[in-house]
T-cell receptor
Framework: KQEVTQIPAALSVPEGENLVLNCSFT??????LQWFRQDPGKGLTSLLL?????REQTSGRLNASLDKSSGRSTLYIAASQPGDSATYLC??????????FGTGTSLTVIP | DAGVTQSPTHLIKTRGQQVTLRCSPK?????VSWYQQALGQGPQFIFQ???????QRGNFPDRFSGHQFPNYSSELNVNALLLGDSALYLC?????????????FGAGSRLTVL
């Protein structure tokens, strides 16, 4: 069974700082990997999707990388803003139709 | 374009009762997945419906059942509720055949079991 781990569990940074969130998974036979953002009590918003054949994806200040062989993905956030404060979830898609989620990293950006 | 809509947004039940949650997928999507998210945890896959059939199921007991209608909307039913069923239930839709398997989530239904 796929196990997804996210480190750190919580992170607090001053506004303007660049930061990296980490995600690791145990089974490298993945179909894709998706990063989500979740605001308190809300649903999930998709940020970036990386197919298994890709190495990275970028959207604005966000960049996600994927290293299947080592079972790792990182989400890089440049020039962090208070509005980036949320929980960030990593989800690994298998070759079927299921996504396995980590428990998330709770990010607080201090003005 | 409405995204994924779920109802109700909040509900309170007592142990032993039954609950039905509803989901309308994003326009153009034909596949619906349900996830359970306990407080402080990541979402866990319950099952997925496509062409009105359960296509894949996670590690959840038979008390959890579902249905998909011809218009692609879906229901999640939970029987004999337990305290541990208290969670945020998330519906996600996707379009089969695009090769991308990109999930679009609804805002969720928060179930409290007393």
């Amino acid at each position: 069974k796929q196990e997804v781990t996210q480190i750190p569990a919580a992170l607090s940074v001053p506004e303007g700082e660049n930061l990296v969130l980490n995600c690791s998974f145990t089974d490298s036979a993945i179909y894709n990997l998706q990063w989500f953002r979740q605001d308190p009590g809300k649903g999930l918003t998709s940020l970036l999707l990386i197919q298994s054949s890709q190495r990275e994806q970028t959207s604005g200040r966000l960049n996600a990388s994927l290293d299947k062989s080592s079972g790792r993905s990182t989400l890089y956030i440049a020039a962090s803003q208070p509005g980036d404060s949320a929980t960030y979830l990593c989800a690994v898609g298998d070759t079927g139709n299921q996504f396995y989620f980590g428990t998330g990293t709770s990010l607080t950006v201090i003005p | 374009d409405a995204g994924v809509t779920q109802s109700p947004t909040h509900l309170i039940k007592t142990r032993g009762q039954q609950v039905t949650l509803r989901c309308s997928p994003k326009s153009g999507h034909d596949t619906v997945s349900w996830y359970q998210q306990a407080l402080g945890q990541g979402p866990q896959f319950i099952f997925q419906y496509y062409e009105e059939e359960e296509r894949q199921r996670g590690n959840f007991p038979d008390r959890f059942s579902g249905h998909q209608f011809p218009n692609y909307s879906s229901e999640l039913n939970v029987n004999a509720l337990l305290l541990g069923d208290s969670a945020l239930y998330l519906c996600a839709s996707s379009a089969t055949g695009t090769g991308a398997n990109v999930l679009t989530f609804g805002a969720g239904s928060r179930l409290t079991v007393l």
